[in-house]
């Protein structure tokens, strides 16, 4: 960890912002600047927990997914919708976590044209392990409060689906 800053840099920006004319906007920036520098140290805390164990948080959010698939093992083409990530970025991480064996491909036995990813017994170690250090180390200690999670997934949820990355109706 870094020693911390002796001010706000991005409380600064929006005085900046404001200062250049553009008032109506800084607010928006701050906050906007905020949540990517936030995703930056959220996902600094993850790596940390899963780069030990062979792991990118793509290739565990890979894993995790198909743990919790009822066979093991989803279609490429599933996966990379549920997952919100191109076809290409799921064949990659597919591809290394195959060679890991972690997990490997299938024909469908329905549909010549798809792919089964399925999930080996060491993934699923893996993956019950990964999950269990990052409940414990991250997501018990993320830093908000209970409250504050309350309100960033609703305040987030809604703008997701504002932008189009959901609709209600289930997939």
Same mark, same amino acid.
């Given at each position: &960890?870094?020693?911390?800053?002796?001010?706000? *840099?991005?409380?600064?920006?929006? $005085?900046?912002?404001? @200062?250049?004319?553009?008032?109506? %906007?800084?607010?928006? &920036?701050?906050?906007?600047?905020?949540? &990517?520098?936030?995703?930056?140290?959220?996902? @600094?805390?993850?790596?940390?927990?899963?780069?030990?164990? /062979?792991?990118?948080?793509?290739?565990?959010?890979?894993?995790?997914?198909?743990?919790?698939?009822?066979?093991? @093992?989803? *279609? &490429?083409?599933? #996966?990379? #919708?549920?997952?919100? %990530?191109?076809?290409?970025?799921?064949?990659?991480? %597919?591809?290394?976590?195959?060679?890991?064996?972690?997990?490997?491909?299938? *024909?469908? *036995? +329905?549909? /010549?044209?798809?792919?089964?990813?399925?999930? +080996?017994?060491? /993934? $699923? +170690?893996? @993956?019950?392990?990964?999950?269990?250090?990052?409940? +414990?180390? %991250?997501?018990?200690? =993320?830093?908000?409060?209970?409250?504050?999670?309350?309100?960033?997934? =609703?305040?987030?949820?809604?703008?997701?689906?504002?932008?189009?990355?959901?609709?209600?109706?289930?997939?």
């Amino acid at each position: &960890m870094t020693t911390p800053l002796p001010r706000d *840099p991005i409380a600064d920006a929006r $005085r900046n912002w404001e @200062a250049h004319g553009w008032a109506d %906007v800084a607010a928006p &920036m701050a906050a906007i600047t905020a949540i &990517m520098r936030t995703q930056q140290i959220l996902l @600094a805390r993850v790596e940390g927990i899963l780069k030990p164990r /062979g792991l990118t948080f793509a290739r565990y959010e890979l894993l995790a997914l198909l743990s919790f698939a009822r066979s093991g @093992a989803l *279609p &490429m083409n599933k #996966a990379s #919708a549920l997952l919100q %990530v191109h076809p290409t970025s799921v064949t990659n991480a %597919v591809d290394r976590l195959e060679k890991a064996g972690l997990v490997s491909r299938a *024909p469908h *036995p +329905t549909d /010549g044209r798809t792919t089964l990813i399925e999930i +080996t017994a060491e /993934g $699923r +170690t893996l @993956a019950k392990s990964a999950t269990a250090a990052l409940n +414990t180390e %991250v997501f018990s200690q =993320s830093g908000f409060s209970p409250e504050d999670v309350d309100h960033l997934i =609703s305040i987030l949820g809604r703008f997701r689906r504002n932008a189009g990355d959901f609709s209600d109706q289930g997939l």
